[in-house]
């Protein structure tokens, strides 16, 4: 009889443990979320996304992204697409989410029963080898009681995750889409300032010659020379701004070494023919940030972490020790065992610390979390409005560049063209044109820009990416690569 009561008190614990809930696939699966992030990143840029965990898996990676972009002329699209699979800190950003899906794992899982042994007595020349043993096992019974509260709590954790993964990876598209738009601007500026310079170059060769002759004073050749040193310089300056414009887009893309023998075109695209009004932008922002949906899983952490915390507020440590005790006596013609079992209740009484800290900190965390919220979502109104404006702003500027002041210095170059066959216009007076018309193709590019930057700027307002937290195809012309080999 005493046998049977003691496999009922050490089987309790075991009973405990599998009382516990099964643990979802979805946090032991080998790429534990991600094919979540990837299928939202899709739905946003249009773009495929890769999690590689093995050296096969990156070879494969390495090899698609090289027939990309190896002696290549890449777009932005291209260069978006090869970030999303090159870039090394994307891909801890998706190892990230691999390590929120193992941490619910272990929530989920049952804490291990602790079991103790202890022989007493040992060498006791009257027992044999001993005079007692003593086993226990020891299950925390708050464990189980709060298990469900803190898988809901990792299970939240898990999706702000994900949604952080996706976000980073808007965050990354939208930084080499810019990137690739500094890169391309850079040597169009170059390309202008080169043609200005051999301009200067004509200027200051005949400014020389004239000063020779006696027909220039030397205030006029030194006018000349002085300003073709000075185009000089901004040339080579507009040069090495180029350079590293295209080193921060291959840094994105994460290219090194024969990878990085790629092009991006002459120029950008020209301006589309007209940009459509979007409507409900602030809407669109608060249905579709990423990082304001991470904010909203942040409250609702909290409110599941103070859930929690109210929970364990008295008792912290509970646990349920049971086991046997096995003595052995020295007896008329050898020994008697008598075995006692024991069933033991460990606690933290809880006389000075009372659990109200604890509750006040978690009531803060909360309050904390729904401010934080409400900013992110003030931000996001405002962010959306911003470049909207922006948007429509900066493409009157660039047309307006482009349709009037271009033109117009075409007109005066044309004419002064004219006067000066007819021998009306000195050939300085002609140079000068040809300079004023070559800043104005500066301007105009640079205005050309900023809309192209713009509209990058509206897709992360409206979809996360930004630099305060669609692609850009769906509100506006997409960046295509522009003509000759580029560099």
């Not at 086991?323 to 006692?340: N, Q």
């Not at 401010?371 to 900066?394: D, I, M």
């Amino acid at each position: 009889m005493r046998v049977r009561n003691l496999s009922l008190v050490v089987g309790f614990p075991l009973i405990l443990g599998a009382c516990a809930t099964a643990i979802p696939g979805t946090y032991t699966e080998p790429k534990a979320g991600f094919a979540n992030v990837a299928s939202q990143t899709a739905a946003v840029i249009g773009k495929r996304t890769a999690f590689a965990q093995t050296q096969a898996e990156n070879e494969t990676l390495s090899r698609e992204v090289r027939a990309m972009v190896h002696r290549k002329t890449i777009s932005a699209d291209t260069a978006v697409q090869v970030a999303l699979l090159n870039n090394k800190g994307l891909q801890a950003a998706y190892a990230n989410v691999g390590l929120s899906a193992t941490d619910a794992w272990q929530q989920a899982t049952p804490e291990n029963p602790i079991v103790s042994i202890g022989v007493l007595g040992i060498g006791a020349a009257e027992l044999g080898a001993y005079r007692a043993i003593e086993s226990m096992i020891a299950t925390n019974i708050l464990d189980a009681k709060t298990r469900k509260q803190r898988v809901a709590l990792a299970g939240v954790n898990f999706r702000a995750a994900q949604l952080t993964a996706v976000n980073d990876t808007l965050t990354l598209a939208n930084q080499t889409r810019q990137a690739w738009i500094n890169a391309v601007a850079a040597f169009e500026t170059a390309s202008y300032l080169k043609r200005a310079k051999a301009t200067s170059d004509a200027g200051s060769e005949l400014a020389r010659k004239l000063g020779e002759t006696g027909a220039l004073n030397k205030a006029g050749q030194a006018r000349e020379q002085a300003f073709n040193a000075e185009l000089a310089g901004q040339l080579a300056r507009a040069r090495l701004n180029a350079i590293r414009a295209k080193e921060d887009l291959t840094q994105l893309m994460g290219l090194w070494g024969a990878d990085v023998d790629y092009y991006v075109p002459d120029a950008l695209p020209a301006l589309p023919r007209s940009v459509g009004r979007i409507t409900n932008v602030e809407g669109r922002a608060l249905q579709n940030r990423f990082d304001l949906r991470v904010a909203k899983l942040g409250l609702e952490a909290q409110a599941a972490a103070f859930g929690l915390t109210d929970r364990t507020r008295l008792v912290t440590d509970l646990e349920l020790i049971a086991g046997f005790e096995a003595e052995r006596e020295a007896v008329t013609g050898g020994t008697s065992t008598e075995t006692t079992p024991q069933l033991e209740l460990e606690f933290a009484i809880p006389i000075f610390d009372t659990g109200e800290a604890r509750m006040r900190k978690a009531e803060l965390a909360y309050l904390q979390a729904a401010n934080v919220l409400a900013e992110k979502a003030v931000n996001v109104r405002s962010e959306a409005r911003g470049a909207e404006a922006a948007y429509h702003a900066s493409y009157k500027i660039a047309r307006h560049y482009r349709d009037v002041l271009v033109p117009l210095r075409n007109t005066v170059e044309e004419e002064g063209l004219l006067s000066y066959n007819g021998m009306i216009t000195s050939t300085f007076e002609l140079l000068a044109d040809v300079r004023e018309k070559l800043g104005a193709s500066l301007e105009s590019a640079s205005a050309k820009r900023d809309f192209f930057m713009a509209q990058a700027d509206l897709t992360a307002a409206i979809y996360g990416g930004g630099s305060g937290s669609g692609s850009a195809a769906s509100e506006g012309t997409t960046l295509a690569a522009g003509g000759g080999a580029g560099h």
